[in-house]
């Protein structure tokens, strides 16, 4: 069990969302990340329909759901223009960010610091910002329920 | 929410079970009770596989999954004879109880103690032995997950 | 490609059938057969809804789909009291014909004449009664409905 | 039955072919016609696999399979660009024209000399050039068989 803080997100731009949201204004409520990228056929078949599940299923909870765009190939195919198209088609309504371009790197900023290994990601945060759970590909839909309701009961 | 102490289980025979099991022994632990038939379509495709699914992921808990086979219907064709291929043809491996069979009337004994409408049914005990959840139908997997961690989490 | 004519069925006992039906009388149409086992899971999750869905898409044509249950273990499991609830609850509307048990062998009738190796199997029937296709364990809904158009436009 | 030979294509640039496709030159061979956007989601879930399924069960036969990009809507965020990384992502091997933009409609041009309502749209094309079959939404794989078979049989 780690017991670092995760980093904070770095986003370039917001979608489904009024204002930035940050890790640090989020402290004391747990955080449901979903690193995706809109080509990626098992984000797409998979990992942010799930994702928009949680969102749902845990509406009335404090969980924050946040999907984040970490797009490390294809860059010129995905771009937000093209992000927008595919939030709008595929009725997403979770607030989802950029992450920010890299410099010198195909590799997005926020991706970076959290050492993903690819798309999808999904990270689960703790209401103490430390993180509970960090797993790449596809997440079982019964896991996904146990870990979050496991983290709503923190303290 | 009710507070109610849910009913004793009433079982003629186990399976997959060196003993019987009763809902007083299991008092302190939670309890996810699968009803089901073997030739009840939705139970087949989605309730039954479910729960082994569910027996396998917590099976670092304490938490206790039961089968029930409440027959109401087609009593010829459902027999423990034929309830134990099913049960080694589909590789379950959870205790499965076979809910003993009514006098006058064809609900068996649990089924009916439980105000059951139909199977799959699947009941959640908290370790306090009141009932979390009392489904009929298609349960989500999230939503699964989801329950059995918090019930989990009850002292 | 065989030349041969494919074994007579031997049935003991017909469902959905209001006379028993024979390859010879049918000779000039081609005969879809599923074999199948009422506790075989892969029978009941893929190749019976499959073996309907032909039934109810060729309905128009003069294609006869029909079903062999071919019970080569667990037979005490398995008997026609319990097949007619399993034919009941699935809502199977083509014949069902129960395959004659073997002597001396747990290996029914028509499933050892034409040397099938398990279920689900399915066996294509030209109109000149020679074997099309006899494939075992899952078949490919478009490789199917292309099988059938292909024996269907033979003279 | 239609007797009108099915509108030529209007393609302003080709993905998997070494050379342009026309429907002129393809006289006398089977032809199944993919409409689909990119972001579409019932094509991604859908008909975009079904078509490579399609293109990979029939390859020793004469069908030509073609897909048509079809961009009625978000036209910014479906480029030709952004078309190729989809295509690289889903492994699609057949080959796919992009439908000429239309002028002062955003329908495309052999999107509306077809008159199909939205996509995905399936086409199939007899060997002498007429319309066997328009489907728009989800097409069921047996029946898509069984319909290319039929006019793979056509002479």
Chains 1, 2, 3, 4 share one sequence.
Not at 89 to 108: R, S
Request: charged share 15%; hydrophobic share 40%.
């Amino acid at each position: 069990m780690t017991t670092a803080i995760a980093p904070e997100l770095s986003v370039s731009e917001w979608l489904n969302a009024a204002a930035p949201l940050t890790l640090a204004a989020l402290r004391g409520r747990p955080v449901l990340l979903h690193a995706f990228q809109m080509l990626c056929p098992g984000c797409v078949s998979h990992g942010t329909p799930q994702t928009q599940r949680a969102h749902d299923m845990f509406k009335n909870t404090d969980l924050q759901v946040i999907g984040l765009h970490t797009v490390f190939e294809h860059h010129e195919a995905m771009k937000p223009v093209s992000l927008k198209a595919f939030v709008h088609e595929n009725k997403l309504t979770f607030p989802i960010g950029v992450d920010t371009p890299g410099e010198d790197t195909p590799i997005p900023v926020t991706m970076a610091s959290y050492g993903m290994r690819g798309t999808p990601t999904m990270i689960l945060i703790r209401r103490n910002g430390t993180v509970y759970h960090h797993g790449f590909g596809q997440q079982d839909d019964m896991a996904v329920g146990a870990m979050i309701a496991s983290v709503l009961t923190e303290t």
